[in-house]
Every structure is written in structure tokens, then in C-alpha cells.
């Protein structure tokens, strides 16, 4: 069983910065693709950054130059470094990682819970 679990979502100011993290935790033999995507109200899912094995990152143009997404092997946990938010950012932001749990095991897409994000004055 994987379970991914995501913090760090809350209520902020325009301009202001949140840091989220999100760890995987139970029977995992590893773990390629990590990201954030969100699902703003009213509209789709849509990828804010992923972030491969080998540190290669990815980042939609509306958070480019704003958000950082890093990782922790170790701790096999991925972090998204929110900066300048605009209440367009607004959403909820789902954690998403590629695991096998088994070394050699097909890998398979799993799913944080999500965490709130609002930008509002």
C-alpha cells in the first residue's frame, strides 16, 4: 500500500509565499516522476511541475520564474517552493508520483488527497 500525503496548503496574501511538501510513504521500491498539479474552481486538472529521478524539472508557464519543485530521495518526498502568488493560483494542488513498489514491478500513478491554496487580499 502507497500512500501519498501532502502539507503545507493555506491562505495568503497576493505576493505572499507557501511551501508545499508531499511524502510517500509505505511498500515502495522506487520512484520516478514526482509533481503538483491543481484544480482551480470551475476548472480541469492541470500540471504545475514535475520533477524526474535524474532532477530534470518541468513547470507550466503561468508558475514559471514563481514556483520551484525540488525532491528528497532520501525522504521520498517532493517539495513545490510558491513565491509571488497571485489569487489566480488559487486551487487545490494534488501531489502525483510514478511508483514501483517493487524494484523491477510495473509502475503505477498515485494520487495525494490534496491541500487548499487561496490567494486573497
Known amino acids: 500500500q502507497v500512500q501519498l500525503v501532502e502539507s503545507g496548503g493555506g491562505s495568503v496574501q497576493p505576493g505572499g509565499s507557501l511551501t508545499l511538501a508531499c511524502v510517500a510513504s509505505g511498500t515502495i521500491g522506487s520512484i520516478s516522476v514526482m509533481g503538483w498539479y491543481r484544480r482551480a474552481p470551475g476548472k480541469e486538472r492541470e500540471l504545475v511541475a514535475t520533477i524526474t529521478g535524474g532532477g530534470n524539472t518541468n513547470y507550466a508557464d503561468s508558475v514559471k520564474g514563481r514556483f520551484t519543485i525540488s525532491r528528497d530521495h532520501a525522504k521520498n518526498t517532493v517539495y513545490l517552493q510558491m513565491n509571488s502568488l497571485k489569487p489566480e493560483d488559487t486551487a487545490v494542488y494534488y501531489c502525483?508520483?510514478?511508483?514501483?513498489?517493487?524494484?523491477?514491478?510495473?509502475?503505477?500513478?498515485?494520487w495525494g488527497q490534496g491541500t487548499q491554496v487561496t490567494v486573497s487580499s
Open positions: 502525483h508520483a510514478k511508483i514501483r513498489t517493487t524494484y523491477f514491478g510495473p509502475a503505477y500513478d498515485y
